[in-house]
């Protein structure tokens, strides 16, 4: 949700006329004047009657979320619609589906999972996220031990294993001179969840630090790599903001072939992937380690080419401009 809400925040800047309202289980009030309007679960139904009446007031419809987001879907009108499927779900019916004239996806294999849905090629864009470039920057090689930066934190206690979090913990027991950092936001279940399982298997080389870090470069700098072991892509962004924030910081990655980026990493030499063991991963980092260097060198690269803030924006601005032409 908050890589999600970063997305929309750019958009919103860089198209002033817009307003952004959604479903949110964490908001208080149902106005805020950053975020805009809010709406618990329980006011669904108020929630797609105002959708239903206020996009009239309003040129295009922008979804963002997944291909099962059917209670934005249910309150679309006869409106250009454009539905961003920045999160791996199963789809809603092909009647909602039949709403959105332009899906725009985030990871490449996305267009041929599309495809197998039935859903014409011709109707699916690319667009990969954006990253701030002049904020997250590259930082000199670190010294010490080699410290892996783990940045995907789940809300639940029972998705850390789907994120990969319980093959970091036996990764860390398999190498105890590598250095593991887990960087957690203090929400959910899932902090307690970690903590309880370090407490019962201590591991002195796995570090936690947990709250609302408004700026996460500082954790960026001390990290040789950043890794996103994912065991199921429907219980993470598939390209996760740990990963590209990494990037363009100069840190190659490493992930699992879950990742919806695993294809570009291995083919750009940004970093490495691994199965889903910790006998895996543990050989996927030491190839990274061994080879640092060159891979921080493309990483910054391919950050610049395909994940600058200008390019994210400059691609739905075609894509608004294509749907008010037809």
Not at 23 to 37: C, D
Request: charged fraction near 25%; aromatic fraction near 10%; proline fraction near 6%.
């Amino acid at each position: 949700m908050e890589a999600l809400a970063s997305e929309v925040a750019c958009l919103r800047r860089a198209f002033r006329g817009s307003a952004v309202w959604g479903v949110n289980a964490r908001s208080r009030w149902p106005l805020t004047v950053r975020h805009g309007l809010g709406f618990h679960p329980r006011m669904q139904l108020v929630f797609r009657g105002l959708t239903a009446v206020l996009q009239h007031a309003f040129d295009v419809n922008h979804v963002f979320g997944s291909l099962g987001d059917w209670y934005h879907l249910r309150a679309v009108r006869r409106r250009p619609t454009v539905l961003t499927a920045a999160v791996a779900s199963g789809a809603c019916s092909e009647e909602m589906l039949s709403k959105v004239d332009l899906f725009a996806v985030e990871w490449p294999d996305a267009r041929d999972e599309l495809a197998a849905m039935g859903i014409e090629r011709k109707r699916v864009r690319l667009v990969f996220p954006p990253v701030d470039l002049e904020r997250f920057r590259p930082t000199p090689k670190p010294e010490g031990p080699f410290t892996l930066l783990f940045a995907s934190s789940p809300d639940r206690a029972d998705w850390l294993d789907d994120r990969g979090v319980g093959l970091l913990l036996e990764a860390a027991r398999l190498r105890p001179d590598w250095r593991f950092l887990f960087v957690w936001r203090p929400w959910g279940t899932g902090l307690d969840e970690l903590r309880r399982r370090l407490s019962a298997e201590p591991a002195a080389n796995v570090e936690v630090a947990a709250g609302r870090f408004a700026d996460m470069t500082p954790f960026f700098a001390p990290s040789h790599v950043t890794v996103a072991p994912f065991r199921c892509r429907q219980r993470g962004k598939p390209v996760p903001n740990s990963i590209v924030e990494s990037l363009s910081c100069g840190r190659p990655v490493v992930v699992s072939d879950v990742v919806g980026l695993a294809g570009m990493v291995q083919e750009e030499r940004v970093g490495t992937v691994c199965g889903l063991s910790a006998e895996s991963f543990v050989a996927a980092a030491e190839s990274a380690r061994s080879d640092w260097e060159t891979l921080a060198a493309n990483a910054r690269g391919v950050a610049q080419r395909w994940f600058g803030r200008e390019s994210f924006i400059r691609a739905y601005r075609d894509i608004y401009a294509e749907l008010l032409s037809n």
